[in-house]
């Protein structure tokens, strides 16, 4: 694997790009479904890529399963060269089109990393309907226990996987969220699934076991989780590299009945040091402003333990965004502690790309470096997911942890844990402000601060 050194040159080199550029006269030519792969690093890693030309202006299209996750931040197409870059996440695929055919490279960048990737892609035709005879049916949840506990205590991730005949989707979920959803057919007694939809590529082999477990064989997993975070253990020798844990998956009632362990909870993993004690931050937002938890008192707050370089951050940002339209008005407010790496803390292009991609109304507060989290968010014991979300009452006090955030990769957990949320806040918002908090200060005309703050805050 080619391991590239970070520094503050890396937002320099892309503080100039636009966030859409004008294709040339060839954009036609570039424009339609890729069937795309990143190579020379292990296992090919196939994935779908649209290029969409809307009136002369390119986007790319990533997805993730069937569904579309992402869409490129700029795309270029000039002298026969395509140039895609999603600064929300520091990718960049740049390629040359040459016999009908994309050949180039894709960069990732994240705290402490850059990677290299080969990039290959050819137009996409469609193949021949799979007879879905003598194709084991594996739909559904199941239990992967782990040899020896991961790098944050887990005994056992979560495999979840949907089916249609031959072509199946697959996602890894750990105390941090999903891998995002693998996806593939079935082909000589196995699935070969994979996924990348800007970030966090992998490849897993998925095949149906005679005694009704599922055999799983994660190549890359070991990069999966480096993008994420995590440090490996537990998951080859090498911090980087070709590391391929090989799983037993188990229906959670087999895996019940054998005393196999059972996965963390997301909502015990991270607990409060002291449910009576007032939850308290105070970081300056992307303006120099200081902004803490007095600001929102009388409030029902989220404070979103957060990064951009995560992916699972990402996911989430895209439903919290979806909550903050819905109770804002209602007396939601939602913060992002948002912790970036010192390099990134230079010029933010990342996060601004990040809040300007997804929409983002709701305040981040840059609370530091990764490695901060624990001094600058001390009053939570056993913090070490990317996401956590902290649940505030109106009384300032921590009322929940969820840990980690499910997408819809998840099937089920996403369901799960968006009813969680919306049920938590409902009733946290229903709740009287209690008799200590301050009441609103009222301004000319009626309007309190905190209005004032919100409408400020939905300005374009």
């Known amino acids: 694997m080619k391991i590239l050194l970070q520094g503050a040159c890396v937002a320099a080199l892309i503080a100039a790009c636009p966030v859409s550029a004008q294709a040339d006269s060839g954009?036609?030519?570039?424009?339609?479904?890729?069937?795309?792969?990143?190579?020379?690093?292990?296992?090919?890693?196939?994935?779908?890529?649209?290029?969409?030309?809307?009136?002369?202006?390119?986007?790319?299209?990533?997805?993730?399963?069937?569904?579309?996750?992402?869409?490129?931040?700029?795309?270029?197409?000039r002298d026969g060269k395509l140039v895609l870059k999603s600064d929300h996440y520091l990718t960049t695929i740049s390629a040359s089109l040459k016999g009908g055919e994309l050949v180039g490279q894709t960069t990732l960048e994240g705290p402490g990393y850059g990677i290299k990737y080969g990039f290959h892609a050819v137009r996409h035709v469609d193949a021949p309907a799979q007879a879905a005879e003598n194709i084991p049916s594996i739909a559904g949840s199941w239990v992967i226990p782990l040899e020896s506990p991961s790098s944050k205590g887990e005994k056992a991730f979560r495999f979840v996987t949907q089916q249609q005949g031959a072509f199946a989707t697959a996602s890894i979920l750990r105390i941090d969220g999903d891998t995002g959803a693998y996806s593939g057919t079935y082909k000589d007694g196995k699935?070969?699934?994979?996924?990348?939809?800007?970030?966090?590529?992998?490849?897993?082999?998925?095949?149906?076991?005679?005694?009704?477990?599922?055999?799983?064989?994660?190549?890359?997993?070991?990069?999966?989780h480096a993008l994420q975070g995590?440090?490996?253990?537990?998951?080859?020798?090498?911090?980087?590299?070709?590391?391929?844990?090989h799983y037993i998956a188990y229906r959670p009632e087999v895996a019940q009945a054998k005393g196999l362990p059972a996965p963390d909870s997301f909502l015990t993993h991270t607990v409060a040091r002291d449910p009576n004690e007032t939850f308290k931050f105070s970081f300056r937002d992307v303006n120099g402003k200081l902004v803490s938890n007095e600001d929102f008192k009388g409030k029902v707050v989220l404070a979103i333990v957060t990064g951009t370089w995560c992916p699972n951050c990402h996911d989430e940002a895209k439903y919290l965004v979806q909550l903050d339209k819905q109770y804002r008005d209602k007396g939601l407010a939602i913060v992002a502690l948002d912790f970036e790496e010192p390099e990134q803390q230079q010029s933010l292009v990342r996060e601004t790309a990040f809040v300007k991609q997804y929409g983002v109304k709701y305040p981040y507060l840059i609370a530091g470096a990764p490695s901060e989290m624990w001094e600058k968010v001390p009053q939570l014991n056993h913090l070490d997911t990317w996401p956590a979300t902290?649940?505030?009452?109106?009384?300032?006090?921590?009322?929940?942890?969820?840990?980690?955030?499910?997408?819809?990769?998840?099937?089920?957990?996403?369901?799960?844990?968006?009813?969680?949320?919306?049920?938590?806040?409902?009733?946290?918002?229903?709740?009287?402000?209690?008799a200590s908090a301050a009441a609103p200060v009222k301004l000319a005309g009626g309007e309190s601060i905190e209005d004032l703050w919100d409408r400020w805050n939905d300005q374009p």
């Not at 795309?36 to 993730?64: C, E, I, S």
């Not at 994979?194 to 070991?222: C, K, M, Q, W, Y």
């Open 191 to 224: 699935w070969v699934l994979s996924h990348f939809d800007g970030h966090r590529p992998g490849v897993i082999e998925v095949a149906a076991n005679s005694d009704g477990t599922l055999g799983v064989v994660a190549h890359n997993e070991a990069l999966v």
């Open 27 to 77: 954009a036609a030519a570039i424009a339609g479904r890729w069937d795309a792969a990143l190579t020379d690093n292990g296992p090919d890693v196939p994935f779908r890529l649209d290029v969409v030309n809307d009136k002369g202006v390119l986007k790319g299209v990533f997805y993730d399963g069937s569904e579309v996750s992402e869409t490129t931040t700029s795309a270029d197409f």
């Open 390 to 434: 902290v649940f505030v009452g109106r009384d300032g006090k921590v009322k929940a942890v969820h840990s980690g955030f499910a997408s819809a990769a998840s099937g089920e957990f996403n369901t799960q844990l968006k009813q969680e949320f919306t049920t938590r806040i409902e009733q946290l918002l229903a709740e009287k402000t209690t």
């Open 230 to 245: 995590n440090d490996n253990k537990g998951y080859g020798e090498e911090k980087y590299g070709a590391a391929t844990p």
